[in-house]
């Protein structure tokens, strides 16, 4: 690989979710962590009940009135509660 390649390899962010689940003692240590590694925290919540992550497709749906989508999403985190 070139050194104008490596240059232009350097240039592209990546951008992906990533969801943790903490004790809430350790959240100002990642973040911490996180940041100081050139993270960008965009959303952060603390919550003692269960979290829902949806897909964009199962947003819209619920939005145009479909709501068999979030059923089945609340279903299964149910289940898994349950265990």
Known sequence: MSE?????????FVSFGLVLSLKLEDVEKVRSWLEENG???VFQTVASSPLFVLREYQVRRAIQGDTSQLSEV????????EK
């Open 39 to 41: 993270a960008k925290i």
């Open 74 to 81: 609340y279903q299964r985190k149910q289940r898994r509660v």
């Open 4 to 12: 104008e390649e490596r240059q232009k390899d350097r240039s592209i």
